[in-house]
């Protein structure tokens, strides 16, 4: 079946960039999201990006998609404290159908 | 802007009992769904639905039950709680091709 992968942990010291990376298999993707989980808290959308583009940008926010490898990326520039919190990549199917990786959680190095 | 509120946000049962969670959405979505969160699991969709009146099951249904009689309101089950549904739960909510939005999420732990 369907399936989202993505690295359960990444350290990045406060002030670097952040790279969370994803892969996916679903061939009929339409879009793809990232999620952030604060502790204690439920997923908010961070950022999406449609299937048909390569690369979108919001502030701090860089998404890659690399649809021939099925590769997706999210970078943080300029990472902070308040950017600690577990990354959930998510695939969107012309089904309408989520499958969502099982997050990556990102720790902040002073 | 309420969203996608959980009621309640906390509780312990017993092994045996039921109870009923509810998710609310003030957004006019259409689909709906259910999900538990697990450490080291990710999300796991329990159940879902795309419009008043009909319920699907997910990836994880067996030991919850769902209704959905009014649009704005999810009700997740359980019948006869087990330890295995010791969790986080977490409720959903999109209009049709669109993102989801989530709640605060419900603690429940069987003993």
């Known amino acids: 079946g369907e399936d989202v992968e993505q690295s359960l942990f990444l350290s990045v010291r406060e002030g670097d960039s952040s790279v969370i990376n994803c892969t996916y298999t679903?061939?009929?993707?339409?879009?793809l999201y990232w999620y952030k989980q604060e502790p204690g808290a439920g997923l908010q959308l961070l950022t999406y990006?449609?299937?048909?583009?390569d690369m979108k940008q919001d502030q701090r926010l860089t998404v890659l998609l690399n649809k021939k490898d099925k590769h997706l990326s999210l970078r943080i520039a300029d990472t902070q404290t308040g950017d600690s919190a577990i990354y959930f990549c998510?695939?969107?199917?012309?089904?309408?159908?989520?499958?969502f990786g099982k997050g990556t959680r990102l720790h902040i190095l002073p | 802007n309420a969203g996608v509120t959980q009621t309640p946000k906390f509780r312990v049962l017993k092994t045996g009992q039921s109870m009923t969670l509810l998710c609310a959405q003030d957004?006019?979505?259409?689909?709906m769904y259910w999900y538990r969160q697990d450490p080291g699991m990710g999300l796991r969709l329990i159940h879902y639905?795309?419009?008043?009146?009909?319920?699907a099951k997910g990836e994880v249904p067996d030991g919850y039950n769902v209704s959905r009689l009014k649009k704005q309101n999810f009700l997740l089950g359980l019948e006869s709680a087990a330890p295995s549904q010791t969790s986080v739960y977490f409720c959903?909510?999109?209009?049709?091709?669109?993102?989801?939005?989530f709640g605060d999420g419900t603690r429940l732990s069987i003993l």
């Open positions: 639905s795309v419009g008043e009146g009909t319920t």
């Open positions: 679903d061939s009929s993707s339409t879009y």
């Open positions: 959903a909510s999109s209009l049709a091709g669109q993102p989801q939005h």
């Open positions: 957004m006019n979505h259409e689909y």
């Open positions: 990006i449609f299937s048909n583009m």
């Open positions: 998510a695939d969107m199917n012309r089904d309408d159908k989520i499958i």
